[in-house]
Nanobody, 123 residues
Framework: QVQLVESGGALVQAGGSLRLSCAAS????????MGWFRQAPGKEREFVAA????????NYADSVKGRFTISRDNAKNTVYLQMNSLKPEDTAVYYC????????????????WGQGTQVTVSS
């Protein structure tokens, strides 16, 4: 089982960009589908993006399509979330997640989570 550590969260102005990283431990990273989720204060955690184990298939929430890009580097055991044109409503704690099933990641019913990284977008 992998362990996940997110980084890259910061305070940024609206319209700006950030790249989040999620580093995974273990030699089986390339067998996991990966995803990003976020949770804003007072709201439930929501799906943001997912990527299949080899990076061939991706899926995005409608709210981030065209602005966010998920990618992965299996040689570095890392998944990324490039966030452009950030909006105040993107403010949340962003979590990385992993599962052997891409569908399970999209559904968010996964057991492997990182600790989260805070993204704050000021208006």
């Amino acid at each position: 089982q992998v362990q996940l550590v997110e980084s890259g969260g910061a305070l940024v102005q609206a319209g700006g960009s950030l790249r989040l990283s999620c580093a995974a431990s273990g030699r089986t990273f390339s067998s996991y589908a990966m995803g990003w989720f976020r949770q804003a204060p007072g709201k439930e955690r929501e799906f943001v993006a997912a990527i299949s184990s080899r990076g061939v298939v991706t899926n995005y929430a409608d709210s981030v399509k065209g602005r966010f890009t998920i990618s992965r580097d299996n040689a570095k055991n890392t998944v990324y979330l490039q966030m452009n044109s950030l909006k105040p409503e993107d403010t949340a704690v962003y979590y990385c997640a992993a599962d052997g099933s891409f569908v399970t990641v999209v559904r968010g019913t996964v057991d492997i989570w990182g600790q989260g990284t805070q993204v704050t977008v000021s208006s």
